[in-house]
Structures are given as structure tokens and as C-alpha cells.
């Protein structure tokens, strides 16, 4: 059984920082494409940034680009997303994804976290 378990997500004032985390369990996690998608009230789900299955290579969405790091520890099937400057607008459900590094119909989300950027 494929597990994501996210955690991290809270409350926190514009421009403060969040580090959400993803444990993985069930899967083969060195051989996944990790990846966080957030989703606002209203909105379509978007990514934020992903990893590939060692690490060597990252990408992330224009909004997040130089205000936010993904990372991954393969010894501790574990994926991160230090958040920095966080902005009102970055309040949302934030969904971890694992797909595997090779062309696949495996799809595997988490049951999200809850960020919310407020004065």
C-alpha cells in the first residue's frame, strides 16, 4: 500500500517561512519523481516544484522560483519544501505527488496540508 504523509503545513505571517515534509512509504522512493502541488480554494491544482529521482535535477514554478527549495533524502524516503517570503497568495492545500522516473501511469498523491499565509 502507497502511502504520502505530508506534514509541516500551519499558520505563519507574510514573509515567514514553512518547511513541509513527505514521508513515502510503498513505493520504490530512489526511483521517483517527487513533486508538491498546492491547490487554493477556487483554483486549479498547480505545481510548485519537483525532483527527480536522485536529486540531480529540480524545477519549480515561476511564482516559487528563488523563494523556495525541494529537496529529498533517499535514505529517508522522505521529500521537502523549505518555503521562504511567503506571501498571502501562497495560502493553499500543498500535495505531495510521486510518479515514477520512467514513462508509467502510476500516479500517487498525498492527502495534502494546510498552509496559511496571514497577518
Known amino acids: 500500500q502507497v502511502q504520502l504523509v505530508e506534514s509541516g503545513g500551519g499558520l505563519v505571517q507574510p514573509g515567514g517561512s514553512l518547511r513541509l515534509s513527505c514521508a513515502a512509504s510503498g513505493i520504490t522512493f530512489n526511483m521517483y519523481v517527487m513533486s508538491w502541488y498546492r491547490q487554493a480554494p477556487g483554483k486549479e491544482r498547480e505545481l510548485v516544484a519537483a525532483?527527480?529521482?536522485?536529486?540531480?535535477?529540480?524545477n519549480y514554478a515561476d511564482s516559487m522560483k528563488g523563494r523556495s527549495t525541494i529537496s529529498r533524502d533517499n535514505a529517508k524516503n522522505t521529500v521537502y519544501l523549505q518555503m521562504n517570503s511567503l506571501k498571502p497568495e501562497d495560502t493553499a492545500v500543498y500535495y505531495c505527488?510521486?510518479?515514477?522516473?520512467?514513462?508509467?501511469?502510476?500516479?500517487?498523491w498525498g492527502q495534502g496540508t494546510q498552509v496559511t499565509v496571514s497577518s
Open positions: 525532483i527527480r529521482s536522485t536529486g540531480g535535477s529540480t
Open positions: 505527488y510521486a510518479t515514477p522516473d520512467w514513462p508509467s501511469t502510476l500516479r500517487y
